[in-house]
């Protein structure tokens, strides 16, 4: 057995019950596999390690499309997120607009997009209490702000760099400021913009830079749930992950197919871009999965036309049947429906060092699933840089027992001292994870 599959199994053992409702495990299993892989939020558990693989996907249509959204609630008195063993979960800011993405600045600072509210915020430091000693307005009159990055990579940034919905700005910046030093500065002037909620019209943006600094990601998702391109120039430069130079020179499709890549990050032992990706809807309960992947350069993914590989998408059926053979698999295939969202490496020395290089990613949640799946955050872990296929649900309890969600996960960060910190928009909260005392 693994090093990995060992300390699966014994956070498998130790997994606690959430509100009251029993966890239903294998015995024996370190692992679930198949279709006991797949699930809702009354089997989700801190600790429950589960690997879904192209074999176990259903035909479309196996069940309904359904429109499920969250009910959400205020959080409940008994309700806490649920961390594995050995965790700590605390409030470490409360009382935001809609918290986004969450991105931690060198100096240790936490920037916060509060998208709706088009500004972002810096959260500082830690209290006797373990909440945020200062939440400063860093930058308003920004247009549904999302993606948020530091330039040049390294620990004296000079700028930082927002990703609007329709445009990349930047700010120039010196260590500690919490309030932008100057006005906005724009860098990609025009980026597709714009849509909805749900059933496709993506208007979050992230922006990452390469660990030498030279190019520049930005994701932009779908304009539509699978609408074919050939047909809708709306979808002209969405769908994919854009490169430009720190400059904005560009754009370069990077890789395409890629419905909405919410979360992008740069792995730092590789130097890969990963992406953390929503799929179509429509299709059924357990169909496609959401994935978390390593991206290649020139990589097609699938959209439209194919999801997971060379699966016909039935809308499109026998539409590029050349492109079938050249559509990558990813790495790490989610439950479908999960809307993963910001992921982040984590390269700190506070958690046990088995979490040492692993990725966290937040699931906003299923609205087009007849049980709720989602609501959490997962970890994947990583062997020298790369994906075993498996992921962990690793904070979860979000939902109540009669299926009321209270919390929403978007946003994931390491925070200087190593915590995990996770922004949640249904409870206005940023949590922080901590390890040991």
């Known amino acids: 057995m693994t090093k990995t599959a060992a300390v699966s199994l014994v956070l498998l053992i130790a997994a606690v019950s959430v509100r009251g409702v029993p966890a239903t495990l294998p015995a024996a299993a370190n692992v679930l596999t198949g279709r006991a892989a797949f699930g809702d939020y009354r089997t989700e558990r801190p600790g429950v390690v589960r690997k879904i693989t192209v074999a176990d996907l259903p035909p479309p249509y196996a069940t309904a499309s359904v429109d499920h959204g969250p009910s959400e609630v205020s959080r409940p008195p008994d309700a806490w997120p649920q961390a594995p063993p050995g965790f700590t979960v605390t409030e470490y800011a409360t009382g935001l607009d809609t918290p986004r993405l969450i991105r931690t600045a060198p100096n240790g600072d936490l920037f916060v997009a509060e998208s709706y509210a088009g500004r972002v915020k810096v959260l500082r430091g830690i209290d006797a209490n373990g909440r945020a000693q200062s939440v400063t307005i860093y930058a308003t009159g920004l247009r549904q702000p999302f993606g948020i990055a530091f330039y040049p990579p390294g620990p004296n940034p000079r700028y930082v760099y927002v990703a609007n919905t329709d445009s990349v700005v930047r700010f120039p910046y010196e260590a500690g400021d919490l309030q932008a030093r100057g006005p906005q500065q724009p860098v990609v002037a025009q980026l597709p913009g714009g849509g909805r909620l749900r059933g496709g019209g993506h208007w979050t943006r992230d922006v990452a830079f390469s660990l030498d600094g030279r190019r520049m990601f ?40 890629i419905r909405n890549a919410v979360g992008i990050a740069v792995n730092p032992t590789t130097g890969q871009l990963w992406a953390s990706v929503n799929e179509r809807d429509g299709l059924g309960d357990d169909l496609p999965p959401d994935y978390i992947t390593h991206v290649e350069d020139g990589g097609f993914y699938g959209w439209p036309w194919f999801y997971i590989g060379s699966h016909p998408d039935p809308t499109h059926h026998g539409k590029h049947a050349d492109l079938a053979n050249k559509v990558i698999v990813p790495d790490v295939l989610l439950q479908p429906h999960h809307a993963s969202l910001e992921m982040v490496f984590y390269e700190a020395d506070r958690f046990p060092a088995q979490y040492k290089g692993d990725a966290f990613a937040a699931q906003h949640g299923s609205w087009n699933r007849s049980m709720r799946t989602g609501y959490e955050v997962v970890r994947v872990p990583m062997k020298d840089g790369h994906a075993t296929g498996e992921y962990e649900d690793f904070l979860t309890g979000f939902v109540t027992t009669s299926g009321q969600v209270w919390g929403r996960p978007v946003g994931v960060a390491v925070a200087k001292d190593g915590s995990l910190m996770v922004s949640d928009d249904a409870g206005n909260v940023v949590w922080r994870v901590g390890y040991g005392k």
């Open 218 to 257: 930005v994701s932009v998702g779908s304009r539509s749930n699978d609408d074919d391109t050939d047909d809708n120039p709306a979808e002209y430069h969405r769908a994919d992950i854009l490169e430009f130079d720190p400059e904005g020179k560009g754009p370069r499709v990077f890789a395409s197919g």
